[in-house]
T-cell receptor, first 118, second 110 residues
Framework: DSGVTQTPKHLITATGQRVTLRCSPRSGDLSVYWYQQSLDQGLQFLIQYYNGEERAKGNILERFSAQQFPDLHSELNLSSLELGDSALYFC?????????????????FGEGSRLTVL | ELKVEQNPLFLSMQEGKNYTIYCNYSTTSDRLYWYRQDPGKSLESLFVLLSNGAVKQEGRLMASLDTKARLSTLHITAAVHDLSATYFCAGGDSGYALNFGKGTSLLVTP
């Protein structure tokens, strides 16, 4: 168990709908990362938050948005869903900056939220 | 942006055999990670390699890093069925997201 909690584990919805995925990072971790994993695209970085602020953006669509709250949990909002959005969405967190050099960059992943768009 | 390429992408090997997975990356990176993923499961960190010539070993897996060649390898010794999984290498700078390769799906057969 990595300590990163994601809900829901599975989600089935229809095209055009909107869903919210939730992530609670490891206790004390300030950074949260969202990744999308699909068969054709592999593991794609979407967005990173650090202590409530957006830190880096990857291949995140405009229909997707995220935020990190004061208690450090994060939500990924996916709207106007399309069939191609079906994927496994992972949240990861990284150790607080007071850790060792090796630990600072290591990402700990949650179990993922499997989204199926029909 | 750091790009990571792994090969092979699929690997079927017999129990007891040895093999190496290769990971090339495009630009300098603070560190290189190897992760394991079982089907439908999360990613588990196996190794972190921080400097040129770094070598880490855990059981039948050994990872190494050559920063000059921008190459990391994951060597499997005397494979067993439990090693069947997808292995990812990933790189990136400290404090930022890791960029992952496409993964190597390993199947170890009797």
């Amino acid at each position: 168990d990595s300590g990163v909690t994601q809900t829901p584990k599975h989600l089935i919805t229809a095209t055009g709908q909107r869903v919210t995925l939730r992530c609670s990072p490891r206790s004390g971790d300030l950074s949260v990362y969202w990744y999308q994993q699909s068969l054709d695209q592999g593991l794609q970085f979407l967005i990173q938050y650090y202590n409530g602020e957006e830190r880096a953006k990857g291949n995140i669509l405009e229909r997707f948005s995220a935020q990190q709250f004061p208690d450090l949990h994060s939500e990924l909002n996916l709207s106007s869903l399309e069939l191609g959005d079906s994927a496994l969405y992972f949240c990861a967190s990284s150790v607080r900056s007071m850790g060792t050099i090796a630990q600072i960059g290591e990402l700990f992943f949650g179990e993922g939220s499997r989204l199926t768009v029909l | 942006e750091l790009k990571v390429e792994q090969n092979p992408l699929f690997l079927s090997m017999q129990e007891g055999k040895n093999y190496t997975i290769y990971c090339n990356y495009s630009t300098t990176s603070d560190r290189l990670y190897w992760y394991r993923q079982d089907p439908g499961k999360s990613l588990e960190s196996l190794f972190v390699l921080l400097s040129n010539g770094a070598v880490k070993q855990e059981g039948r897996l050994m990872a190494s890093l050559d920063t000059k060649a921008r190459l990391s390898t994951l060597h499997i010794t005397a494979a067993v069925h439990d090693l069947s999984a997808t292995y990812f290498c990933a790189g990136g700078d400290s404090g930022y997201a890791l960029n992952f390769g496409k993964g190597t799906s390993l199947l170890v057969t009797p």
